[in-house]
Nanobody, 128 residues
C-alpha cells in the first residue's frame, strides 16, 4: 500500500525559507514521479512543482509563480522528495500536498489528474 507523508510545514515570515518533505512508502520500484500541489480554500488546486523518477533523469518542473524561489529534489535512498521554499511570500500560504504516480515517462505533470496517490497535506503560513 502506497503512503505519502508530508512534513516541515508551519509558520514562516515573508522572505524566509521553509523545507517541505514528502516521504513515500509502498513503492517496490523507484519509477514514480512526485508532484507538490497547494490549495487555498475557495481556489483551485495549483501545481507547484514536480520531479520525474531518477531513472528517467529526475527532470524538474515549476509553476511560474514559484520559479526561481522553490527547488524540488529527491533522495531515492530515503524515498523522500523535498521542496525547498525560499523568499516566501504571503501568497504562498496554503495547504501543501505531495502526490505520486507510477510512470516510466521522463516528464512529470503539474496537473493533478495523473496522480494516483496523495498525502494528507500540511499547512504553510507566510505571515509577519
Amino acid at each position: 500500500q502506497v503512503q505519502l507523508v508530508e512534513s516541515g510545514g508551519g509558520l514562516v515570515q515573508p522572505g524566509g525559507s521553509l523545507r517541505l518533505s514528502c516521504t513515500a512508502s509502498g513503492f517496490t520500484r523507484d519509477y514514480y514521479a512526485i508532484g507538490w500541489f497547494r490549495q487555498v480554500p475557495g481556489k483551485e488546486r495549483e501545481g507547484v512543482s514536480c520531479i520525474s523518477s531518477i531513472q528517467r533523469g529526475g527532470s524538474t518542473y515549476y509553476a511560474d509563480s514559484v520559479k526561481g524561489r522553490f527547488t524540488i529534489s529527491r533522495d531515492n535512498a530515503k524515498k523522500t522528495v523535498y521542496l525547498q521554499m525560499n523568499s516566501v511570500m504571503p501568497g504562498d500560504t496554503a495547504v501543501y500536498h505531495c502526490a505520486a504516480v507510477r510512470t516510466f515517462l521522463t516528464e512529470c505533470s503539474l496537473s493533478a489528474r495523473p496522480y494516483d496517490y496523495w498525502g494528507q497535506g500540511i499547512q504553510v503560513t507566510v505571515s509577519s
